[in-house]
């Protein structure tokens, strides 16, 4: 059974960091690429960044690029996503998504976690 587990989020300040975990299981990394998204609380989900599996190759939405920065680690099937100098305007649940290419689109992903909430607040 396939499965994807997020972790890390919490309540931060602005300026603050947190690490999120994606912990994959019933399948290896390998499947092709693993995304990050969020959704806000009344919007749309959005991408903010991939990670493809067979290279390692990135990419990062404008919203994340210069303040988030994903990452894997196969021996623990994990991949993680580091945030930066967090805004309250980060708030929303992330999730994390295992899919066949490296995309920010939401429909080119098979599997989904649960989700973990990052709340930006002073």
């Known amino acids: 059974q396939v499965q994807l587990v997020e972790s890390g989020g919490g309540l931060v300040q602005p300026g603050g960091s947190l690490r999120l975990s994606c912990a994959a299981s019933?399948?290896?990394?390998?499947?092709?690429?693993i995304g990050w998204f969020r959704q806000a609380p009344g919007k749309e989900r959005k991408g903010i960044s991939c990670i493809k599996s067979s290279d390692g190759s990135t990419y990062y939405a404008t919203s994340a690029k210069g303040r988030f920065t994903i990452s894997r680690d196969n021996a623990k099937n994990t991949v993680y996503l580091q945030m930066n100098s967090l805004k309250p305007e980060d708030t929303a649940v992330y999730y994390c998504a295992a899919g066949g290419g490296c995309t920010v689109l939401s429909g080119a992903y098979d599997y989904w976690g649960q989700g973990t909430q990052v709340t930006v607040s002073s």
């Open positions: 019933g399948f290896t990394l390998n499947y092709n690429a």
